[in-house]
């Protein structure tokens, strides 16, 4: 069982960028694959991107290839989400994610949540 808290949703003007971190608490965090996922108004929820235990192997939405990295440090229990050349698309509800199945990085939904940070983009 893991705990998960995202920190880095803000504000920011198109084209710009932010950071997301999300600091896991629990055992076994390196045999977690991580994920973040996003949700905006009227819409499901959807997987952005997703990240093997040990960092090498990574997943990415096709709306979000070139622009977004995921990253984790397994010394720090954190993973971080980059956003670079944000659109207004890209508006909704951050949600990093965990889940010990190897299986998650393939796609499905993931067993932990964290609550959610809002990112928002103008135009």
């Known amino acids: 069982q893991v705990q998960l808290a995202e920190s880095g949703g803000g504000s920011v003007q198109a084209g710009g960028s932010l950071r997301l971190s999300c600091a896991a608490s629990g055992r076994s965090f390196s045999k977690y694959v991580m994920g973040w996922f996003r949700q905006a108004p009227g819409k499901e929820r959807e997987s952005v991107a997703r990240?093997?235990?040990?960092?090498?192997?990574?997943y990415y939405a096709d709306s979000v290839k070139g622009r977004f990295t995921i990253s984790r440090d397994n010394t720090k229990n954190t993973v971080y989400l980059q956003m670079n050349s944000l659109k207004p698309e890209d508006t909704a509800v951050y949600y990093c994610?965990?889940?010990?199945?190897?299986?998650?990085?393939?796609?499905?939904?993931?067993?932990?949540w964290g609550k959610g940070t809002l990112v928002t983009v103008s135009s």
């Open positions: 990240i093997s235990w040990g960092g090498g192997s990574t």
């Open positions: 994610a965990a889940d010990e199945r190897i299986g998650a990085l393939r796609g499905g939904g993931m067993d932990y």
